[in-house]
C-alpha cells in the first residue's frame, strides 16, 4: 500500500471516529419536548429477540410520542455494566436485570420505587406470580417488575427409562425413588449417568438444592433473617441425598462447565435433570417427559427464578414514558404473544390459569405445561439481601466439595453457614 | 562506547564542547517532543484513573451508589485477615512459577524452530499463532470439553495408553495445573513471534562464521544468538510475569476460581468483590481496590528487580 | 577451512553460500547450512506438524461447527464432519444481523488505533532509547508502571474520564484512549537499543535532525519490531471486549464484533453454528494482517551496509 493511500484511510478512519456520535446524546435533558426515546437494556437472544422486537415494532408504531430503542447486554454482564454506568451517571431507562441482582441494585441512585405504581389498577399487581411479586420487592419496596419467571421440575429421557424396565416418574415420587431411577440407569460401560448437577459452585448449583431444603422443612436463613439456617439436621440431610448419589453411587455427571449436560441429555447420556423450561428446546433428539419435582414427605415445593426490568428516573417525563412502556410489556395479551413465540413461562396467573393457552404452548413446546402447573408449587423465595451473593458462594462452595467427596455434607454446610454468618455482620 | 546495559547508557555522542549548552537544552527539548503526544495519553487515560483506585482503596465505597467514607489504612490491615486473599495470593504465585519459565522457554524452542527457510514454514507459523487470535471463550469451552472427566478427547487418549482418568478442572488439586496448559497453549504464539522477530535481528553471518570455524549448533547458540536475544527476553519476562500475575479472563471465563476456590487469583478475586459481591451495602470496592494496590506493588518491585538483574546480564548494542 | 567471516559477506551471496532460490527478495539472511541428510526432508518438520496440528485443534473445531445444523452442535460425541456443510450459516450470520456494521466499526478502531500506535510509539521509543532527556528514566518507569494495575480496577475511572471527554457511545471511546500503547513503547524501546548505534552516530556527525535518523535510519532496520507491534496491537483492538462493552450505552450502531458475537449467545440458548461462523469471520482479517506482516519479517538491507 503506497504511503499516501495509507495517509488517506487512516485520515477516513479518524474521521468516521469523529462523527460516530449518535442522534440523541446521552445527557438527560429538563424539557420533553417532542418524542421521548427510552434506552432498553436486554439480553434477548434467537427466538426471544425475534419475538422482543416484534413487540417493540409494533409498540413504536403505535407511539411516536414514546419511541423504544434496545441495546443488547448479555445477562450475566449486565449488573456489571450497570455499575459502570452508574457510576458515570449514565443508567439507562429501562434495563433487564436477574431477580439476585436486585439487592445490589437496590442502592442505586435514581432507581424507580415501584410501590406505589404497581397498586394501580391498571397494573393488575395481584395477577403476577406470588414468587415473581416476592422477588421483585426488597425491604418492603418494589424495584422491579417481573420480566422472567421459570422454575425446576424434573425432566427424564423416555427410551432410557423403558430399556431399563423402569416406569416413569410420577407426581408422587420421593426423592429416594429418583436416588433408586439414577442408580439403575447408570451404566459406567456406557459413559451414561442417571442424574446430572451443575458443578461451578455458582448460584445455579445452589438454587438446584434449595427446593429439597425447603421441602425438608429447613430454610436458608433464620426469620429475621440475621442468622444462617441452611446447616440444620434438615439441610444435611438435604445435602446427604445429592452427596450420596456423587460419591457412593456415583450416578451424577458432574458439570463442571455447567452447559454440558444439554448435549449429553440430548444424545442420551443422562437419564434425569433438574432444570427449567429454557433447556426444553435444546432436546430435539430426545423423546422427554416432564414432571414435577420428587418430594419429602409429600411436599413438592419448587424454586423460581424470576428475572426483572428496572427502571431508571433520568428526567424529561422519561420515567413515566417507560412505566407506561412497561405496563403494555408487562399487560395479558402481549406476555401471551411473547410465551407462544419463545416458551417463557407466563408471569401472570390469570394466563397460567389458562388450560387452553397453555395447551397450545404445550403443542409448541411439549413439556412446558407441567412446568405452567408447577408455578403453583412455588410457596418461598431465596432471601433478597445485599449479602446473598456472599451467602450463595459459601453454599456453592459446601454442595460442590460435598459432592466430590472432599467433604462431609454436615461439615461443608457448617463451614458455609460460618462465613455467610460473617457476611450477614458486615452487612449489618 | 561503555554498555552498561541500563537505560541511561546509549545515546549519540554530542559534536564539540562549544556548543554543548546549546545542545544539552535541544536534548531535552527533542526528547520530550518525542514522547509528549504518547505521554499525555497514557497520564489522562493510564495515571489518573489509577490515581483515582488509589483513593479508593482508602475508602469504604460500594460501586452501585456515589456514598463514600474515609477509612484510612482499615482496608488494608483487612488483607491479611482474609483467608480468600491469602489463597488468591498463593493461587497467582503458583500461577506465575509455572506459567513464566515455561512459556519463556517453550517459545524460544518453537521460534528457533520457525526461524527457517523450509516447506511449509508459513504455515506453521501461522498455525502457532491462531490461538492467541482465538477468543478466550471459544478456547475455553474447547478446553472443558478437551479435559472432560469422562467424554474428553484428553482422558480417552491418555486412557489407550493406560494412563488416568483426570480430573483436570474438576480435580482440585489439578484444576491449577490444567489452567498452565490451557494459558501456555492460548499464549505461546504471542511470545513466539516477539522471539522470532528478534532472532530476524541475529545476522547469521555471525553464526555461519561461527560454523564455519568448527563451533557446534549448541554453542553457536549459546555464544552468539542467546546474548543477542538478551532485550527480547527481558521485554517477555517483564511482560508475562506481569500478566500472570494479572490473570483474568480465562479464569473467570473458564473455572470462575474454582473448583473450590483453587483456581481463583488476585484479579478474579478483586472482581468479585467489586462487581459481585460488594455493590450495595456491603461496599466492598474499596477493599477490592486495596488488594489491587498490594498487587500494584509486587509486580512493581518484582519489575524493579528483573531490570535491575538485566543491567548486569542483557547487552544491548552489538 | 579458516575464511574469515568478514570475506563471507563481501563476496557475492549466490557464490560462496547456498541460498535457497525460492528466498524471497530481499531475504537475503537466510542460508541453508549443508548438512548430511538422513530423511528426504528437513528433521525439524518432526517436531513443528505434530505442534501445528495440536495448535491448530481450536480451528479445525470452530470450522466444523460453523458448518452444522443446529441439531447438529447440540450431539455427542462431536460430529466430525457435519452431514452436509452449511455455508448457509455464513450468510445467515451477515443477512441476520448487524455483522457489517460491527466489521465496519472495528476496522474503523482498529485501523486508526494500530496506525496510530506505529506513530506515537516509535516517536517515544526512539526517545527512550537513544535521546538523553531529563527525566527519562523516571517517566519511562512511570508509563511501565501503568501496566501493573488491572483493567478491572480502573475501568471506573477512565470510563469517567471517557465521559467528561464527550466520548461515551460511539466509536471515540474505542479509538482515543487506545491511542498509544504502553506496551509498544516498551517492545520498540528494547529493539532499537539493539540496532548498532554507529549508523546513528555518524548520521549525527553529519547533522542529521533526529527525525531523519529516526525515519531514514532506525525504522528499516525495525520492520520485524514493527510489524509485530502492528500484528499484536490490532490483535488486542480487534478482540477487546470488555472496554466497549461498558462505553457503547444506547448506540448499537456502535457495536464491534465483539459486542456483536456476543447477541449470539443468549443465557440458557447459544447458536453455536452461528457463533462459530461469525467467530471464523472476524478471525479472518487478523491472519491476513499476520500473513502479510510475515513479508515484513525479512531481515533488513542493512547489515549490506554495516561492513565498509
Redesign the interface.
Do not use: C
Given at each position: 500500500m503506497t504511503r499516501r493511500s495509507l495517509i488517506l484511510l487512516v485520515s477516513l478512519c479518524l474521521l468516521a471516529a469523529c462523527t460516530g456520535g449518535s442522534d440523541d446524546g446521552g445527557s438527560p435533558s429538563a424539557e420533553p419536548s417532542g418524542p421521548v426515546t427510552l434506552t432498553f437494556w436486554h439480553g434477548y437472544t434467537d427466538v426471544e429477540a425475534d419475538s422482543l422486537n416484534a413487540l417493540l415494532d409494533e409498540w413504536n408504531a403505535d407511539h411516536p410520542d414514546i419511541q423504544v430503542k434496545p441495546l443488547f447486554v448479555n445477562n450475566d454482564k449486565a449488573l456489571q455494566k450497570l455499575t459502570v454506568a452508574l457510576q458515570g451517571g449514565e443508567p439507562p431507562d429501562i434495563t433487564y436485570q436477574y431477580g439476585s441482582s436486585l439487592a445490589s441494585v437496590a442502592a442505586a441512585p435514581g432507581l424507580v420505587d415501584l410501590t406505589d405504581w404497581v397498586q394501580t389498577p391498571d397494573v393488575d399487581w395481584e395477577d403476577f406470580i406470588p414468587g415473581a411479586r416476592e422477588a421483585a420487592t426488597v425491604d418492603g419496596k418494589v424495584l422491579g417488575i417481573p420480566a422472567l419467571v421459570d422454575n425446576l421440575a424434573l425432566v427424564y429421557n423416555k427410551d432410557l427409562f423403558d430399556q431399563a424396565g423402569l416406569d416413569y416418574p410420577t407426581p408422587d415420587w420421593t426423592w429416594d425413588d429418583l436416588r433408586a431411577a439414577a442408580k439403575a440407569l447408570t451404566d459406567p460401560a456406557e459413559k451414561r449417568f442417571g442424574f446430572a448437577y451443575p458443578m461451578d459452585a455458582s448460584e445455579d448449583s445452589v438454587w438446584h438444592w434449595d427446593p429439597l431444603l425447603w421441602q425438608k422443612g429447613g430454610s436458608i436463613l433464620t426469620e429475621d433473617g440475621s442468622k444462617a439456617a441452611f446447616n440444620s439436621p434438615e439441610g444435611v440431610e438435604a445435602l446427604e441425598l445429592f452427596a450420596g448419589m456423587a460419591v457412593d453411587d456415583r450416578s451424577v455427571y458432574l458439570d463442571i462447565q455447567n452447559s454440558a449436560y444439554t448435549s449429553l441429555f440430548n444424545n442420551g447420556r443422562i437419564g434425569m435433570l433438574e432444570t427449567g423450561p429454557w433447556d426444553l428446546a435444546s432436546f430435539p433428539d430426545v423423546d422427554y417427559g416432564v414432571e414435577i419435582l420428587p418430594g419429602f414427605d409429600g411436599d413438592h415445593q419448587t424454586i423460581a427464578g424470576p428475572d426483572m426490568w428496572c427502571v431508571f428516573d433520568n428526567g424529561g417525563g422519561k420515567k413515566e414514558a417507560a412505566l407506561e412502556f412497561l405496563q403494555w410489556l408487562t399487560a395479558a395479551e402481549q406476555v401471551q404473544k411473547e410465551d407462544l413465540a419463545t416458551g417463557h413461562l407466563p408471569i401472570r396467573l390469570s394466563v397460567a390459569d389458562d388450560e387452553a393457552f397453555v395447551g397450545q404452548m404445550a403443542e409448541a413446546l411439549p413439556g412446558v405445561d407441567v412446568f405452567a402447573e408447577n408455578l403453583q408449587n412455588v410457596e418461598q423465595a431465596r432471601p433478597v439481601l445485599d449479602a446473598y451473593p456472599q451467602i450463595s458462594e459459601a453454599m456453592g462452595t459446601a454442595i460442590v466439595s460435598a459432592m466430590l467427596g472432599e467433604s462431609e455434607p454436615k461439615a461443608a454446610l457448617d463451614k458455609a453457614a460460618q462465613e455467610s454468618n460473617d457476611a450477614l455482620a458486615l452487612a449489618g | 562506547?561503555p554498555d552498561d546495559g541500563g537505560?541511561?547508557g546509549?545515546?549519540?555522542?554530542a559534536?564539540a564542547p562549544g556548543r554543548l549548552r546549546r545542545l544539552l537544552t535541544s536534548?531535552?527539548?527533542?526528547?520530550?517532543t518525542?514522547?509528549l503526544?504518547?505521554?499525555i495519553?497514557?497520564v489522562?487515560?493510564?495515571?489518573?484513573?489509577?490515581a483515582?483506585?488509589l483513593i479508593l482503596s482508602f475508602q469504604k465505597a460500594?460501586?452501585?451508589?456515589?456514598e463514600r467514607e474515609w477509612v484510612g489504612f482499615e482496608n488494608y490491615a483487612r488483607i491479611a485477615a482474609d483467608p480468600k486473599a491469602r489463597q488468591a495470593a498463593v493461587n497467582t504465585i503458583v500461577y506465575t512459577l509455572l506459567f513464566v519459565p515455561i512459556s519463556i522457554l517453550a517459545s524460544l524452542l518453537?521460534a528457533h524452530?520457525?526461524n527457517?527457510?523450509?516447506?511449509?514454514i508459513?504455515?506453521?507459523?501461522?498455525?502457532?499463532?491462531?490461538?492467541?487470535?482465538?477468543?478466550t471463550i471459544?478456547?475455553g469451552?474447547?478446553f472443558?470439553?478437551l479435559f472432560?472427566?469422562?467424554?474428553g478427547l484428553a482422558n480417552w487418549a491418555l486412557g489407550k495408553i493406560g494412563i488416568g482418568p483426570f480430573g483436570f478442572?474438576?480435580d482440585?488439586d489439578q484444576a491449577m495445573v490444567s489452567l498452565v496448559i490451557m494459558t501456555v497453549?492460548g499464549w505461546?504464539?504471542?511470545d513466539t513471534?516477539?522471539y522470532?522477530?528478534?532472532l530476524?535481528?541475529v545476522?547469521?553471518?555471525?553464526t555461519?562464521?561461527a560454523?564455519?570455524?568448527?563451533a557446534s549448533r549448541w554453542s553457536s547458540f549459546w555464544r552468539i544468538t542467546w546474548p543477542?536475544l538478551g532485550?527480547?527476553t527481558?521485554?517477555l519476562v517483564?511482560?508475562s510475569t506481569?500478566s500472570a500475575l494479572?490473570l483474568?479472563d480465562e479464569v473467570f471465563f473458564v473455572t470462575?476460581g474454582?473448583?473450590?476456590?483453587r483456581t481463583s487469583v488476585v484479579?478474579f478475586y478483586?472482581?468479585r468483590l467489586?462487581?459481585?459481591?460488594g455493590?450495595?451495602?456491603?461496599s466492598l470496592a474499596g477493599y477490592?481496590?486495596a488488594i489491587?494496590?498490594v498487587?500494584?506493588l509486587v509486580?512493581?518491585l518484582l519489575?524493579?528487580a528483573q531490570f535491575w538483574l538485566a543491567r548486569r546480564v542483557v547487552h544491548?548494542?552489538? | 577451512m579458516t575464511t574469515p567471516a568478514t570475506s563471507v559477506i563481501t563476496e557475492s551471496p549466490a557464490a560462496e553460500t547456498r541460498v535457497d532460490p525460492r528466498t524471497l527478495p530481499g531475504e537475503v539472511g537466510m542460508v541453508e547450512r549443508p548438512r548430511r541428510r538422513f530423511l528426504p526432508f528437513d528433521p525439524w518438520h518432526l517436531f513443528l506438524a505434530p505442534l501445528a496440528v495440536v495448535w491448530l485443534v481450536p480451528l479445525l473445531w470452530m470450522v466444523v461447527t460453523s458448518l452444522e445444523t443446529p441439531s447438529e452442535t447440540l450431539r455427542f460425541p462431536p460430529v466430525l464432519w457435519p452431514e452436509s456443510l452449511r455455508f448457509g450459516n455464513y450468510l445467515d450470520v451477515v443477512r441476520d444481523s448487524a455483522f457489517g456494521t460491527w466489521f465496519w466499526n472495528t476496522t474503523v478502531v482498529t485501523v486508526t488505533v494500530v496506525s496510530s500506535n506505529l506513530v506515537l510509539c516509535t516517536l517515544a521509543a526512539y526517545a527512550f532509547a537513544r535521546i538523553r532527556f531529563l527525566g527519562r528514566t523516571f517517566v519511562y518507569f512511570v508509563l511501565l508502571a501503568t501496566l501493573m494495575v488491572p483493567l478491572q480496577v480502573v475501568l471506573i475511572p477512565t470510563f469517567l474520564i471517557a465521559k467528561d471527554l464527550g466520548l461515551l457511545d460511539h466509536l471515540g471511546a474505542l479509538i482515543v484512549p487506545n491511542l498509544a500503547s504502553v506496551f509498544g513503547i516498551f517492545m520498540l524501546t528494547q529493539f532499537f537499543r539493539t540496532l548498532p548505534i554507529e549508523l546513528e552516530e555518524a548520521a549525527r556527525i553529519d547533522g542529521a535532525s533526529r527525525l531523519s535518523i529516526l525515519l531514514r535510519i532506525v525504522v528499516p532496520l525495525s520492520l520485524p519490531a514493527l510489524a509485530t507491534l502492528a500484528v499484536i496491537q490490532f490483535l488486542w483492538t480487534w478482540n477487546d471486549f470488555l472496554w466497549p462493552l461498558v462505553t457503547i450505552l444506547t448506540n448499537q450502531g456502535a457495536f464491534t464484533l465483539q459486542l456483536g458475537l456476543a447477541t449470539f449467545q443468549g443465557a440458557h440458548q447459544t447458536q453455536w453454528h452461528l457463533v462459530a461462523a461469525a467467530n471464523l469471520m472476524s478471525m479472518v482479517p487478523m491472519i491476513v494482517l499476520f500473513l502479510a506482516a510475515q513479508r515484513a519479517f525479512v531481515r533488513g538491507i542493512a547489515t549490506q551496509g554495516l561492513k565498509g
Open positions: - | 562506547m537505560l541511561n546509549s545515546s549519540v555522542a559534536p536534548e531535552h527539548l527533542s526528547g520530550w518525542f514522547v503526544p504518547a505521554v495519553l497514557i489522562v487515560f493510564g495515571l489518573i484513573p489509577i483515582w483506585g460500594g460501586l452501585i451508589s456515589p518453537v524452530a520457525l527457517r527457510r523450509i516447506a511449509l508459513r504455515f506453521y507459523r501461522l498455525a502457532v499463532f491462531i490461538p492467541v487470535v482465538t477468543s471459544a478456547t469451552i474447547m472443558l470439553w472432560d472427566k469422562n467424554f478442572f474438576e482440585p497453549w505461546l504464539g504471542f513471534i516477539i522470532l522477530a528478534a530476524q535481528g545476522p547469521p553471518e555471525l555461519e562464521a560454523a564455519i570455524d568448527g543477542m532485550p527480547a527481558l521485554l517483564v511482560w506481569i494479572q483474568f470462575h474454582g473448583p473450590l476456590g484479579v478483586v472482581y467489586a462487581f459481585e459481591q455493590l450495595g451495602g456491603l477490592a481496590a489491587a494496590y498487587l500494584f509486580i512493581l519489575t524493579l544491548y548494542t552489538s | -
